[in-house]
């Protein structure tokens, strides 16, 4: 339904086991069927961001499935979607998975400190140089999936959509035990990648599905 808020997490499966990253949605426009929003999110993502997100990964790794749970309002089943695992497009290895390309996930309504970051890994090692990305492949691939982040997601057959946003943490829990989701809020109007090399300390993520 509309202004209801959803978490969707892309995990991804390589030489080293499994990771993933994630971010929130808000819903803008209602289905018109009565299939799970869940579901409807999930399918969505695939067929919008599985292509610009292939094109910057190594071929070692594999985009295994989206996940997407509703936070508000009305409970809803999760929805993990797994059943078309894609490999990456780049040739050769990647680097491992926590060097990462930052996504910086940019809003207004809040402090800037309140602006999301998403890590992506599979970088390719031959696109890479230094802790740098290459300017051609920054440039390219990596622009593009910023720029596929940031325009609205619709659903596959159906008449739903959702906007990518973050939740500020001091909104949230403002007076706990209460979270105020739909205060804490703020659609994301720009998406920028970084061209240096994040290193993030991940946690193990479980592989959710076999990868060919």
């Known amino acids: 339904m509309i202004d209801d808020i959803f978490h ?3 995990h991804f499966e390589d030489p ?5 990253t994630g971010c929130y949605y808000q819903q803008t426009a209602d ?3 009565t299939t799970y929003d869940t579901f409807k999110l999930a399918e969505a993502l695939e067929a919008a961001l599985a292509g610009p997100i292939t094109d910057m990964i190594s071929d070692d790794f594999w985009l295994a499935g989206f996940r997407v749970r509703k936070v508000w309002e009305e409970p809803q089943n999760q929805y993990l979607l797994t059943s078309n695992p894609q490999v990456g497009q780049r040739s050769g290895p990647g680097l491992p998975s926590n060097n990462c390309a ?3 996930l940019n809003q207004t309504l809040f402090p800037i400190r309140s602006n999301g970051k998403m890590y992506w890994p599979g970088l390719p090692e031959v696109d890479t140089d230094a802790g740098v990305m290459e300017v051609a492949y920054h440039n390219s ?3 593009a999936l910023a720029s596929a982040l940031v325009a609205p997601v619709a659903a596959v057959g ?4 959702w906007n990518l946003g973050v939740i500020s943490q001091k909104v949230l829990n403002l007076t706990p035990p209460t979270k105020d989701w739909a205060g804490a809020f703020a659609f994301v109007n720009s998406v920028s ?3 240096i090399i994040a290193i993030q300390r991940r946690r193990t993520t479980k592989v959710i599905g076999a990868v060919g």
């Open 8 to 10: 969707a997490t892309f």
């Open 193 to 195: 990648a970084n061209p």
């Open 31 to 33: 289905n018109g069927s």
């Open 16 to 20: 080293s086991g499994a990771s993933s």
């Open 158 to 161: 159906d008449t739903g959509v």
């Open 141 to 143: 691939v990596v622009n």
């Open 102 to 104: 930052l996504f910086n």
